[in-house]
């Protein structure tokens, strides 16, 4: 009964071993530097340095597939200059499967909120971010807070099923700040009135304050999540890909360039407003095949600064594919 367990345990330790010799023997960090990367002690750094050479996983090259991982994450993150890139293993059977990328987001904000000080996330939504945050293992931080970047009502008057915010809030017990507003208004009047009151501009302002903004990329084509999922009409969604749409971020859509653009549904769009990183950090959360095009573009535009995505994307990505 326990076979499963001790072999992801030992799975899980070979891989921290490999990640510690990719960054001693092939990246020439210190073992003070790798204590400080992989966030452990200065011995435990040097045993698992010493166990990627007994495991046979150091020898001419590393020989562990989190290697090619590990240089498609620092090749991403030279050309894009990004705070932080994460590139785990494609699924084989699966290219669409966002298992490892969710895993990698959900380690990444733990770290994040085992923070003694006080910091501010900032939250989209979507299928990669929730089952991320279905990872996040229970908490208690109440000094951080934590704010949705995105309207999640349904022109019928449905919730996503996919909101992050609250499900996040229940696991850490942070103060959480909703935008409890459609994603896109009737009109541009109505937008307007929305924004003006109060609570709204008080969420908007505590989100660009925000340490961490952690959000999904979406595609904008025929399975757009927008689209499926209810909050645009097939022909809204013709419209925006008239208009040059390659990628969608809580409900704004940009071009190829990584513009947000000023026509169709975005001139009706309640969430917080899309802008470039400039120096915080916007960490893209997105996989497959599909997405490529629309990660291209918010990496043009400087929509985000860091990413978790998977081998097979990364290397599209590198690639121009």
């Not at 017990?173 to 109505?190: C, M, S, T």
């Amino acid at each position: 009964m326990d076979k499963p367990k001790t072999d992801k345990t030992e799975k899980s330790r070979l891989d921290d071993a490999a990640r510690a010799g990719w960054l001693y023997y092939i990246a020439g960090n210190t073992q003070d530097e790798i204590a400080g990367k992989l966030n452990v002690s200065r011995p435990t750094a040097q045993r698992l340095v010493s166990l990627a050479l007994s495991q046979r996983l150091i020898t001419f090259r590393l020989d562990h597939p989190i290697a090619a991982c590990m240089d498609l994450s620092r090749r991403l993150a030279e050309r894009y200059d990004l705070k932080h890139c994460d590139v785990v293993p494609t699924d084989p059977q699966n290219k669409t499967n966002v298992a490892g990328v969710a895993g990698s987001a959900a380690a990444f904000l733990e770290q994040m909120l085992a923070a003694t000080m006080p910091i501010i996330v900032a939250l989209g939504t979507g299928r990669t971010l929730r089952a991320a945050v279905d990872q996040i293992r229970p908490m208690v931080c109440p000094h951080h807070q934590l704010v949705s970047l995105v309207g999640n009502i349904a022109p019928d008057g449905s919730a996503s099923f996919f909101d992050t915010l609250t499900r996040l809030a229940d696991l850490t017990q942070a103060r959480h700040y909703p935008i409890p507003l459609p994603l896109v208004a009737a009109n541009a009047a109505e937008r307007e009135l929305l924004l003006s009151l109060e609570p709204v501009r008080h969420v908007h302002a505590l989100a660009a304050r925000a340490d961490l903004t952690i959000i999904g990329v979406g595609q904008m084509d025929a399975q757009a999540q927008q689209f499926i999922d209810g909050f645009i009409s097939r022909e809204q969604l013709l419209d925006l890909m008239r208009a040059g749409a390659a990628g969608e971020m809580v409900g704004w859509a940009y071009d190829e360039r990584g513009q947000v653009l000023t026509a169709g549904t975005n001139t009706r769009i309640t969430s917080v407003p899309l802008k470039p990183a400039d120096g915080r950090l916007v960490l893209g959360v997105a996989v497959g095949p599909a997405k490529v095009k629309a990660i291209r573009a918010a990496l043009a535009g400087h929509l985000i600064s860091g990413l978790i995505t998977d081998e097979a994307t990364a290397a599209a990505l590198l690639s121009g594919g």
